[in-house]
Nanobody
Framework: QVLLVESGGGLVQPGGSLRLSCAAS????????MGWYRQAPGKERELVAR???????NVTSSVKGRFTISRDNDKNTMYLQMNRLTIEDTAVYYC?????????WGQGTQVTVSS
């Protein structure tokens, strides 16, 4: 069982920044492949970024150059630094662990970009 808890969401103006955190339970964090997904109202959940257990990051084209994914294995925490936010980034952001016998998800954190 892997428990994931996201934090750091909130209301921000267009052009602003937020950093999301995902804290994971357990002693095997360093072997987890992890990712961030988001789901906007009325839309499908979509992948935003992933980072492998070895620390190799990959972000989707829609956020490339604005979002950065990282992890701190000593803190059992993954991060998503989001810069130059736009209204289209408004969504619930979910933390994900993949590549195990099943995927694990956090409860999500709301990000609202609005003036």
């Amino acid at each position: 069982q892997v428990l994931l808890v996201e934090s750091g969401g909130g209301l921000v103006q267009p052009g602003g920044s937020l950093r999301l955190s995902c804290a994971a339970s357990g002693s095997f964090f360093k072997v987890y492949n992890m990712g961030w997904y988001r789901q906007a109202p009325g839309k499908e959940r979509e992948l935003v970024a992933r980072i492998t257990s070895g620390g190799s990051p990959n972000v989707t084209s829609s956020v490339k150059g604005r979002f950065t994914i990282s992890r701190d294995n000593d803190k059992n925490t993954m991060y998503l630094q989001m810069n130059r936010l736009t209204i289209e980034d408004t969504a619930v952001y979910y933390c994900n662990v993949y590549g195990l016998t099943r995927d694990y998800w956090g409860q999500g954190t709301q990000v609202t970009v609005s003036s």
